[in-house]
């Protein structure tokens, strides 16, 4: 069975300050980790993704994400946010070997002030 | 990556009444699962929509509620039966891809009165 925790329901940031949105995960395999992002009355676009490989993935947005295996974790980050930035935030895992079906986080607000 | 229409993009329901939610996407795929984001909440699956047998439904849901038909490779409904207002939510349809990532669809935004 998989798990995926969201440290913090919302963050808040000044804009230019840096991202840091904490993901942590449990999973009996290797797993496929994501980052999904939700803007308001959308549904849910991609950030970036880890299958295997470089352990820090690059995704849209200027967003990167680091696989820390030892420390089951997938944060996510971004140098310098933007106002545009302010959306919901799903972190994702799921199993390669399996049903390939994510399991969600339950998603953190980032609020960015000016 | 699929692009997904899905529609309505939102609706106002009567209480007792149904709603059946489209999903169309634009290249065949074997995956397609419905999902729903209850109001601050995370994505709860629903079902599995399978092509040409029943779905596949999780824990909590069942086909009287949340029929689902998925009668070829591209397209899928998700009805919501006998609504109530506790069925106010955000519904997705959502494709998985072969390396594990799903898309979205917009979502459909669902007010029972």
């Known amino acids: 069975a998989q798990s995926v925790t969201q440290l913090g329901s919302h963050v808040s940031v000044s804009e230019g300050a840096l991202v840091l949105l904490r993901c942590n995960y449990s999973?009996?395999?290797?797993?496929?980790l994501f980052w999904y992002v939700q803007y308001p009355n959308q549904g849910l676009q991609l950030l970036l993704k880890?299958?295997?490989?470089?352990?820090l993935v690059k995704g849209i947005n200027g967003f990167e994400a680091e696989f820390k295996k030892s420390e089951t974790s997938f944060h996510l980050t971004k140098p310098s946010a933007h106002m545009s930035d302010a959306a919901e935030y799903f972190c994702?895992?799921?199993?390669?070997?399996?049903?390939?079906?994510?399991?969600f986080g339950r998603g953190t607000s980032l609020i960015v002030h000016p | 990556s699929a692009v997904i229409s899905q529609k309505p993009s939102r609706d106002i329901c009567q209480r007792g009444t149904s709603l059946t939610i489209q999903c169309q996407v634009d290249s065949q795929v074997t995956m397609m699962f419905w999902y729903r984001q209850q109001p601050g909440q995370s994505l709860t699956l629903i079902a599995t929509?399978?092509?040409?047998?029943?779905?596949?439904?999780e824990s909590g849901f069942v086909i009287d509620k949340f029929p689902i038909s998925r009668p070829n490779l591209t397209f899928s409904t998700l009805t919501v039966s006998n609504m109530s207002p506790e069925d106010s939510s955000i519904y997705l349809c959502s494709v998985g891809a072969a390396t594990g990532e799903a898309f979205f669809g917009q979502g459909t935004r669902l007010t029972v009165v």
């Open positions: 994702a895992v799921s199993d390669p070997g399996g049903s390939y079906i994510p399991t």
């Open positions: 929509a399978n092509q040409g047998s029943e779905a596949t439904y």
């Open positions: 880890y299958t295997t490989g470089a352990t």
């Open positions: 999973s009996s395999v290797p797993p496929y």
